[in-house]
């Protein structure tokens, strides 16, 4: 798929998110990368313009809280608010007749749920690529985990079938990346990923791991930008 064009789907179904989605006053969740990006310079757009006026942000990683404020938006603490009406944010694959998601190529899976988890309305919006017949299929799962004594946490995930790689920084290969909680994400490819709902109440309970990107029931909506249309995801 051609970047330009890629990068069209993704701006498409993000303006009609934000579009379709966000009303004034609402509280709103700032997704992360490059998709949800798109959304942050539409809802920019309409907020600067003078509708939408009324909103106010929260942000699912310090990246998107920087860029939002760059483009004038109000971000808050996350602790002023026990719901968010709404979230737009992108995902790495799709499970269409679920709405499972696998999140977390962009290291932002935990503060991506933690702000999923109170909003009424997750709308995720991605370009077709993003489809897939069963999650794990193109990425790995995503795990954060803590550093201490992460050498150990990986070993307890490949009792379930993992095989756990320390994802390196992307400035410097020979360190390993960290999250925004400082925190580490170990990179697992399962042998068998048939049943992800059961697979993440297995990861979860694995002592080490703070969380991992597998989204079970998060997702409200699923909008699709491709080749000549955005088209909302029927479950
Ligand atoms: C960030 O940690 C991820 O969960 C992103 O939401 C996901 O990687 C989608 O990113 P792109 O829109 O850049 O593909």
């Not at 064009?5 to 379709?20: F, G, I, L, R, S």
């Not at 999650?135 to 995930?157: D, H, K, Y």
């Amino acid at each position: 798929m051609e970047a330009q064009n890629q990068n069209q789907m993704k701006q498409a179904a993000a303006m009609y998110a934000v579009d379709t989605y966000v009303q004034d006053g609402m509280v709103v969740g700032l997704g992360t990368g490059s998709t949800a990006e798109f959304a942050v310079k539409r809802l920019a757009e309409h907020f600067n313009g003078g509708n939408l006026k009324n909103i106010r942000c929260v942000a699912t990683s310090d990246q998107i809280a920087a860029m939002g404020r760059l483009f004038n938006l109000p971000v808050h603490d996350s602790n002023e608010f026990v719901q968010v009406d709404v979230t737009i944010d992108g995902a790495d694959e799709i499970e269409p007749k679920s709405f499972t998601l696998l999140k977390g190529q962009g290291g932002a899976l935990l503060r991506e749920k933690l702000v999923a988890a109170v909003t009424r309305m997750e709308v995720i919006i991605a370009d077709e690529s993003k489809l897939v017949q069963q999650i794990g299929q193109n990425f790995p799962i995503p795990v954060e985990v803590t550093p201490f004594a992460w050498s150990q946490t990986s070993l307890r995930l490949q009792t379930l079938g993992a095989s756990p790689l320390l994802r390196p920084s992307k400035n410097n290969p020979e360190k390993p990346f960290i999250t925004d909680g400082n925190n580490f994400v170990l990179d697992c490819r399962f042998a068998n990923l048939s049943d992800p709902e059961r697979m993440a109440n297995l990861i979860k309970s694995v002592i080490g791991v703070v969380e991992h990107g597998l989204f079970i029931n998060m997702a409200h909506r699923v909008i699709i930008g491709s080749h000549d249309a955005v088209y909302e995801v029927t479950r």
